[in-house]
């Protein structure tokens, strides 16, 4: 058992769906929903102590929303309703559809409930004018720079297998879409196979052991997210097959692990997932008080790779025992 990861929920179990922190601010208790994409994977728990932490620090009540699993866009709409109707102070927002979520989060703003979005861009509620700003990572730069390093690796001559997550959503286009556009450049590196896996571990497990019987030659895959590496990674290890190396973006510690033991998941792409939350819940608490904030927010974005992947452990999870 990971020792972080079962004390971060631990905490989240203790406190149930709302985790409360006593405080007042001008005379308010700020109420702050923050929606999730899932409930279980540990960046969204890592996610989760960072609004938790800041919450504390500002003396107001983090409450989590998070739907039955990664590609639930629909409950998650409703969480949002439910949220609007109970009379949420402001909403931080990690968008599952970013298409079908945007007349819902004007709903809110026309509700004087301020909406500020982190990690996955919703273009179509920004175009709006209502959004406050945008807290993460630049996909696509981070996208980018990971598979340019692995291709480098290759001498720019390879066969790539893409891990999607969800088609329609603007994640799988800023990530993988990228992703793809970067191995086109290239006259020696062909795409092979892409397809979605709904950036579950699981799912992505199924996926490649599917791939890997009908695909001879691979040697790279990009995955949408650390889990979805992971879930390859044990795809490729239970075939036998070896010289397949995956890249990915998260940054978690599971996958530094797996980076320095040499299994053949070479990069990722740090998130920052404590900052993010952090970030959010301070965004949200800033136009609550009537502070300006900055529209564009980045986070993360430092490409781990052998060289790197103990330090970053060292630094952010520190009693992470694999």
């Known amino acids: 058992m990971k020792k972080l990861f079962a004390a971060i929920l631990a905490l989240v179990m203790m406190l149930s769906v709302v985790a409360v922190a006593e405080g007042t601010t001008d005379g308010e208790n700020y109420r702050i929903g923050v929606f999730f994409k899932d409930s279980t994977s540990m960046f969204w728990r890592y996610i989760g102590v960072g609004c938790q932490t800041k919450a504390d620090e500002l003396g107001v009540e983090f409450v989590e929303y998070s739907p039955a699993s990664y590609t639930d866009a629909a409950g998650q709409i409703s969480m949002i309703e439910d949220a609007i109707a109970s009379g949420i102070d402001?909403?931080?927002?990690a968008a599952i559809d970013s298409t079908a979520i945007v007349d819902y989060l004007v709903k809110a703003e026309d509700a004087g409930i301020p909406v500020i979005v982190f990690n996955t861009l919703i273009p179509d509620f920004e175009a709006t004018g209502r959004q406050r700003c945008f807290i993460g990572l630049d996909n696509a730069a981070a996208s980018e720079a990971v598979m340019e390093k692995i291709l480098a690796d290759h001498d720019y001559s390879a066969k790539v297998v893409v891990?999607?997550?969800?088609?329609?959503?603007?994640?799988?286009?800023?990530?993988?879409?990228?992703?793809?556009?970067?191995?086109?450049?290239?006259?020696?590196?062909?795409?092979?196979?892409?397809?979605?896996?709904?950036?579950?571990?699981?799912?992505?497990?199924?996926?490649?052991?599917?791939?890997?019987?009908?695909?001879?030659?691979?040697?790279i895959v990009f995955a949408i997210n650390d889990p979805s590496g992971l879930g390859a990674l044990q795809?490729?290890?239970?075939?036998?097959?070896?010289?397949?190396?995956?890249?990915?973006?998260?940054?978690?510690?599971?996958?530094?692990?797996?980076?320095?033991?040499?299994?053949?998941?070479?990069?990722?792409?740090?998130?920052?997932?404590?900052?993010?939350?952090?970030?959010?819940?301070?965004?949200?608490?800033?136009?609550?008080?009537?502070?300006?904030?900055?529209?564009?927010?980045?986070?993360?974005?430092?490409?781990?790779?052998?060289?790197?992947?103990?330090?970053?452990?060292?630094?952010?999870?520190?009693?992470?025992?694999?």
């Open 90 to 93: 402001a909403i931080c927002v």
């Open 163 to 219: 891990l999607e997550g969800t088609p329609a959503t603007q994640q799988n286009a800023d990530r993988c879409g990228t992703a793809i556009s970067g191995c086109e450049k290239y006259e020696n590196v062909e795409i092979v196979a892409s397809q979605p896996c709904n950036a579950n571990r699981d799912q992505a497990m199924t996926v490649m052991e599917n791939i890997l019987q009908s695909t001879p030659d691979i040697d």
């Open 235 to 322: 795809a490729i290890q239970a075939a036998g097959r070896e010289g397949i190396d995956i890249v990915a973006i998260d940054g978690t510690p599971d996958t530094c692990t797996a980076i320095l033991a040499g299994t053949g998941f070479k990069y990722t792409a740090d998130q920052a997932p404590f900052d993010m939350g952090a970030m959010a819940v301070q965004a949200a608490y800033d136009v609550l008080t009537g502070k300006e904030i900055e529209p564009l927010q980045r986070c993360g974005g430092t490409i781990i790779g052998p060289d790197n992947a103990q330090e970053h452990l060292d630094t952010y999870y520190p009693d992470f025992e694999s």
